[in-house]
């Protein structure tokens, strides 16, 4: 069980980390909003997704591609006019008297679980699942690799925050959602 867990967690960490949106997203959510609420809004979003790779992974392969491209311009569009209007004092540091922890993981897991279906690392803990015929190994091992992948890019997020401006971040994250809303239109095919 515990190569299983391994292999499983190796190969989908693999999978996530060469080439995936993911770590933009993350990375940029976490230099403009609180880190904490940011890495549990994204695992919880990723824990979900590997869910539903595990268990209804075939079915997800056998979906239009065009769908899910779609879905996924459609939520980084959204995201991009989101951060671009929202005023700069409410994206600092949090305003007494209330709390944006629940509002960043909202827009974390948002950004996550609507984005990048049938992704790679999906993929692999789908054809996992199968080969293992042990669903909660495979989730727990797939879960973990994307909570490792939401964690360093949080860290890396946080890092840029130290150099960069409030307004330098929100334009930045701005184009990076603009960016990835038009590479997954570009996959839309009807």
Same mark, same amino acid.
């Given at each position: ?17 060469? #080439? ?6 993350? #990375? ?13 809004? =994204? ?13 209804? #992974? ?6 239009? @591609? ?6 996924? =311009? ?13 005023? @700069? ?12 922890? /629940? ?17 790679? /690392? ?18 727990? #091992? ?7 992948? $939401? ?5 890396? /997020? ?20 603009? $960016? ?11």
């Amino acid at each position: 069980m515990l190569v299983q867990l391994a292999s499983v967690y190796v190969a989908v960490l693999g999978a996530e980390i060469v #080439g995936d949106k993911t770590l933009y997203t993350v #990375g940029s959510l976490a230099a403009r909003r609180r880190v904490s609420a940011v890495v549990a809004g =994204a695992s919880v979003a990723v824990a979900a997704k590997m869910a539903a790779a595990v268990y209804f #992974g075939q079915f997800l392969a056998r979906l239009p @591609p065009f769908v899910l491209a779609l879905a996924s =311009a459609v939520t980084f569009a959204g995201l991009a006019v989101s951060v671009w209007l929202r005023r @700069p004092s409410t994206l600092e540091a949090p305003v007494p008297g209330r709390d944006t922890s /629940g509002r960043a993981a909202s827009l974390a897991f948002a950004a996550i679980f609507f984005t990048e279906w049938a992704d790679p /690392g999906q993929m692999a803990a789908a054809l996992l699942s199968a080969r293992y015929r042990a669903p909660a190994v495979v989730l727990l #091992g797939a879960t973990l690799a994307v909570v490792s992948k $939401v964690v360093i890019a949080a860290t890396v /997020g946080v890092s840029v925050r130290r150099w960069v401006s409030d307004t330098g971040l929100r334009f930045f994250t701005t184009i990076v959602c603009t $960016v990835m809303c038009v590479l997954a239109a570009l996959q839309v095919e009807i």
